[in-house]
């Protein structure tokens, strides 16, 4: 693993011939964002993903998109992450979206893409790893489990519009 510029260079996990890459190209963004569309469809369509993706990264340096791939080059696992300092936590690493299809689901692509991240946020100094999960989403809530996070807070949230 290399860093150059704050930037990963050729990064990469193996996981059952899975590869996970930091997205940097418009093509893999496009290619995550028909990923991302299965966990926020309110967005209704992967263009409008990919340029919120797009906007996100212009807008927070620190905003990142990782990807991973099956052996065909198929983009099956993404997630979304940033590095910020909050009070209640110091430098923290904040998981703004993870999701894996279906179909490959339980066969290690998901735990790759968060151990990606997870050592990406070591590498840069966080001193925490952080993510919402909807409260619905017990299977999500098992893996985080396994992936020894805690519950340690309720999120609430109020509609301004």
Known sequence: RRVHGGILESSYVTWVEMLVTEALADDDLRRCSEVLLVLRPHLLSADR????????IAEHP??????????TGQVVSVGTFRIHRVLYSGVTCYIDDLITLDSVRSKGCGGAVIDFIEQYAKTRGCDSLTLDSGVQRFDAHRFYLNKRMAITAHHFHKSLK
Do not use: A, T
């Not at 993903?49 to 996100?56: D, N, P, V």
């Open 49 to 56: 993903i990919f340029e919120e993706l797009k906007l996100q």
């Open 62 to 71: 620190c905003f990142k998109v990782v990807q991973c791939q099956n052996e």
